[in-house]
């Protein structure tokens, strides 16, 4: 079964840092271009970060300088280093192949408060 699941997501303080892991398993997806995306309520999910197999990286305006998106194709993992966090970072994140399919896992819940 081919099954994304997110983890590292959790409460930080503005300014923090957070770093978010994507296992994927069933398949592999090293030779596919991966992607970290985020949603909040009310709003449409949206493409944060996005790196190729041959990890070149694409980044949303919104995070540049502040977010690194990495992978480990030999675990088939695929990592977002998020620092100098900001409320409105607040949001369930997810990774998906980029362009997305259909197969969304549950999420990892980052919020940035005080």
């Known amino acids: 079964q081919v099954q994304l699941v997110e983890s590292g997501g959790g409460l930080v303080q503005p300014g923090g840092s957070l770093r978010l892991s994507c296992a994927a398993t069933?398949?592999?997806?090293?030779?596919?271009?991966m992607g970290w995306y985020r949603q909040t309520p009310g709003k449409q999910r949206e493409l944060v970060a996005s790196?190729?197999?041959?990890?070149?990286?694409n980044y949303a305006d919104f995070v540049k300088g502040r977010f690194t998106i990495s992978r480990d194709n030999a675990k088939n993992l695929v990592s977002l280093q998020m620092n100098s966090l900001k409320p409105e970072d607040t949001a369930v994140y997810y990774c998906?192949?980029?362009?997305?399919?259909?197969?969304w896992g549950k999420g990892t819940l980052v919020t940035v408060s005080s």
């Open positions: 790196i190729s197999p041959r990890r070149n990286t």
């Open positions: 998906n192949t980029a362009p997305a399919t259909p197969n």
């Open positions: 069933g398949r592999s997806y090293s030779l596919y271009a």
